[in-house]
């Protein structure tokens, strides 16, 4: 089982930019689909994007596409996701996820960190 650790959360402005991270351990990383979910007050957790073992390809909801990166660095055992133009509806709690299938909205995930923070407010 692999463990996932995110970091990077926090307080931006509209149109500003925010990194988060997310850490694996445990099992090897790269045998890993990874993706990104997030969950706003009162809703349900919503599929950000992914991206597949090697991180030749990555996919994005249409609500970030454009304004969101995901990458990977298997030798660091670390996904990355890079927010730009942030938006006070991206507020919210964002998970990375971990499955040995490609990552999507409705993908029996595997493992799931713990959560980050993100707060888009002036």
Do not use: H
């Amino acid at each position: 089982q692999v463990q996932l650790v995110e970091s990077g959360g926090g307080l931006v402005q509209p149109g500003g930019s925010l990194r988060l991270s997310c850490v694996a351990s445990g099992r090897t990383f790269g045998d890993y689909n990874m993706g990104w979910f997030r969950q706003a007050p009162g809703k349900e957790r919503a599929f950000v994007g992914g991206v597949t073992r090697g991180g030749v390809l990555t996919y994005y909801a249409d609500s970030v596409k454009g304004r969101f990166t995901i990458s990977r660095d298997n030798a660091k055992n670390t996904m990355y996701l890079q927010m730009y133009s942030l938006k006070a509806e991206d507020t919210a709690v964002y998970y990375c996820a971990a499955s040995t299938k490609v990552v999507g909205p409705t993908t029996q995930i595997e493992a799931w960190g713990q959560g980050t923070q993100v707060t888009v407010s002036s």
